[in-house]
């Protein structure tokens, strides 16, 4: 094993029965088909994540958020394409159309209709924009733990929440150090602090701190100011995410850390062994593309 390769602030994210890891040039995406066997398709990383800007603060989260976005999305459909045994296949402009109406209804549950109930409150209760502003974080935060608990009640959803815990389990190995085994990654921890379960929490504490003084406003003005503020928001919970992750060892940023990873419960289930194989097969496939890249 090499030393001195480190894993990027992304690791990897949970498919339709596989696992993608995203290494600093690489990725790989391993599936189990229909037929039991395993498919791995790599693919060597361009843009924003060879660019210069991926080491401007603040700047890169943003960007880094999308194009992570973007692939995710591009492998969910590849994986939810494998698995389908209909002819028809999402990709081209009905791919790019998911993307965009999935940003857009985020950011209308999440952001604009928690708002306007906390305006809604301001108005008709006479509390001050203050309280208003931190009872729509509140509200926020309600609807983000209700989707990801109402979604985990669904089978296949829950499926792929143990694919979750198998990511988590073969990033934590191998950070660890121990060999990656079936045996050794399944006595690895299921949460990580990477995670981006833990990146939404830190999203809406963030966005409650800054909504709370903003100040009174109009209810078009408020609406507005969430869309506006968003991309800051993004970039100080990334650039939070990413300071956390690197000082694991001090006492304060573990005991910051705890709601993160308590949080994760909601998105990772215990993984079966073939699901476990799954995850070491992608991550070997893009770990062995990163030392060869490295020479």
């Known amino acids: ?24 040039s690489y990725l790989a995406a391993s599936f189990r088909k229909p037929d039991g066997t395993i498919e791995t398709i790599t693919e060597k990383l361009s843009g924003i994540y060879l660019s210069p800007i991926r080491k401007m603060p603040f700047l890169r989260g943003m960007l880094l958020l999308w194009d992570s976005m973007v692939l995710g999305t591009k492998y969910l459909t590849i994986s939810a394409n494998l ?5 028809e296949k999402i990709e081209g402009a009905s791919l790019v159309f998911t993307l965009i109406l999935s940003m857009v209804l985020f950011v209308l549950i999440f952001f604009l209709v928690p708002s306007a109930i906390g305006q809604g409150f301001e108005k008709w209760f006479g509390i001050s924009s203050w309280w208003s502003n931190v009872l729509e974080g509140i509200i926020r935060l309600a609807f983000v733990m209700g989707y990801m608990w109402l979604v985990g009640k669904m089978e296949d959803i829950e499926n792929v929440f143990r694919y979750h815990g198998a990511e988590h389990k073969t990033i934590n190995t191998f950070e660890a150090g121990k060999p990656l085994t079936v045996e050794s990654i399944q006595e690895s921890s299921l949460v990580h602090p990477r995670c981006g379960t833990s990146f939404l ?4 504490i963030i966005s409650v701190l800054v909504f709370a003084f903003v100040g009174p406003q ?6 507005l100011s969430r869309i506006i503020l968003l991309p800051i928001i993004i970039g100080i919970a990334y650039e939070y995410i990413r300071f956390a992750s690197n000082h694991l060892d001090s006492k304060f940023i573990q005991w910051l850390m705890v709601p993160n990873l308590a949080l994760q419960g909601l998105t990772t289930r215990p993984p079966k062994d073939d699901m476990v194989e799954i995850a070491m097969t992608a991550f070997n496939a893009m770990y062995a593309l990163e030392n060869q890249e490295q020479g």
Do not use: F, H, W
């Open 218 to 223: 109009t209810v078009l003005i408020r609406l």
């Open 201 to 204: 929490l830190t999203l809406v």
């Open 83 to 87: 698995q389908s045994e209909e002819d």
């Open 1 to 24: 094993m090499t030393e001195n390769l480190k894993l990027p602030a992304y690791g990897g994210q949970a498919l339709i029965e596989g696992v993608l890891m995203r290494g600093k």
